[in-house]
């Protein structure tokens, strides 16, 4: 089946460590987006792109980085820089900027530091 | 700036009663309404969409949204919960700068008791 696929679901982290979140969709979409939620605070929108190699920052990108050399694939990097890293993080993927439909969501990765 | 509110945080209905969950959007020119639901720990799921046409538009899972452009609001509604309702939901606008990106309400925490 088609979809977003987000590993790992659960991953834990020390403090000053670089954690990296895969995101891998097979719905040959264009366009890719890092979605950051928070309780009480909607999604926050972290890096996305249009195109590959190609990406841009978001509305929180310190303390993230993103890579986007493939088309399927969209992983993001949580580094030492990012205050507070715990949250609930979530890839999406959608037709592109000419579409007006949907985003499309995998299934999350729950990242804690220690 | 573009931006979605959901005045609520949370609201309460007895099972088999109907439902209303708000949404009121600021945006310039016309906007594209999403729903989406989340269920803990999981990504999102789509419910339905406005894009153009029919102020009313019907989804997925018997829900149904109501375009008020004068009030600027795109309310979500049901006309008989479920308990299985019980959900995190989420309203969002497309973004106008044509890059695809969703902006996100901050989300309304749907309780359906038996």
């Known amino acids: 089946d088609g979809g977003i696929t987000q590993s790992p679901k659960y991953l834990f982290r020390k403090e000053g460590q670089n954690v990296t979140l895969s995101c891998e969709q097979n719905?040959?979409?264009?366009?890719m987006y890092w979605y950051r939620q928070d309780p009480g605070q909607g999604l926050r929108l972290i890096y996305y792109?249009?195109?590959?190699?190609?990406?841009q920052k978001g509305d929180i990108a310190e303390g993230y980085s993103v890579s986007r050399e493939k088309k399927e694939s969209f992983p993001l990097t949580v580094t030492s820089a990012q205050k507070n890293p715990t949250a609930f993080y979530l890839c999406?993927?959608?037709?592109?900027?000419?579409?007006?439909?949907?985003?499309?969501f995998g299934e999350g990765s729950r990242l804690t530091v220690l | 700036a573009q931006s979605v509110a959901q005045p609520e945080d949370q609201v309460n209905v007895a099972e088999g009663n109907p439902l209303t969950v708000k949404c009121t959007y600021s945006?310039?020119?016309?906007?594209?309404l999403f729903w989406y639901v989340q269920y803990p720990n999981r990504g999102l799921q789509f419910l339905l969409k406005?894009?153009?046409?029919?102020?009313l538009v019907k989804g997925s899972y018997g829900f149904e949204a109501e375009f008020n452009k004068s009030q600027t609001s795109f309310h979500l509604k049901k006309p008989s919960a479920l308990v299985s309702d019980s959900a995190l939901y989420f309203c969002?606008?497309?973004?106008?700068?044509?890059?695809?990106?969703?902006?996100f309400g901050q989300g309304t925490t749907l309780q359906v008791k038996p």
């Open positions: 999406a993927s959608s037709m592109g900027r000419s579409n007006t439909g949907e985003l499309f």
């Open positions: 719905l040959n979409h264009d366009a």
């Open positions: 792109s249009q195109i590959v190699n190609d990406f």
């Open positions: 945006v310039s020119g016309n906007p594209y």
């Open positions: 406005y894009i153009t046409g029919d102020n």
């Open positions: 969002a606008v497309r973004d106008t700068g044509n890059t695809g990106k969703l902006i």
